[in-house]
């Protein structure tokens, strides 16, 4: 079992910066597939960003490629999502989810957080 809480979002302006993180509880953390995913309003959850248990691989959409950064502490037992130079179109809930199965189909993810909502005026 793991279970995730995300923090970290807010309202930010466009351009600006903002850290998300992840809590996970459990103790084969270190396990699992980590990844970001996010939910704009009326659309679908879409594939940010994951990262493998040892955190030395790492996959992006092409939207945040350059702009956005995946990381874990496994002895912390958190997950972060650096993300720069935000866009408006970057606003959503982001979700972070753990998964055994190194995939960017959320179908793949086993457990989730509730969502952190951040927000990018123009």
């Known amino acids: 079992q793991v279970q995730l809480i995300e923090s970290g979002g807010r309202l930010v302006q466009a351009g600006d910066s903002l850290r998300l993180s992840c809590a996970a509880s459990?103790?084969?953390?270190?396990?699992?597939?980590m990844a970001w995913f996010r939910q704009a309003p009326g659309k679908e959850r879409e594939f940010v960003a994951r990262?493998?248990?040892?955190?030395?691989?790492?996959v992006y959409v092409d939207s945040v490629k350059g702009r956005f950064t995946i990381s874990r502490d496994n002895a912390k037992l958190i997950i972060y999502l650096q993300m720069n130079s935000l866009k408006p179109e970057d606003t959503a809930v982001y979700y972070c989810?753990?998964?055994?199965?190194?995939?960017?189909?959320?179908?793949?993810?086993?457990?989730w957080g509730q969502g952190t909502q951040v927000t990018v005026s123009s």
């Open positions: 989810a753990a998964g055994r199965i190194l995939s960017t189909a959320a179908s793949s993810y086993r457990y």
């Open positions: 459990g103790r084969t953390f270190s396990d699992y597939y």
């Open positions: 990262i493998s248990w040892s955190g030395y691989a790492t």
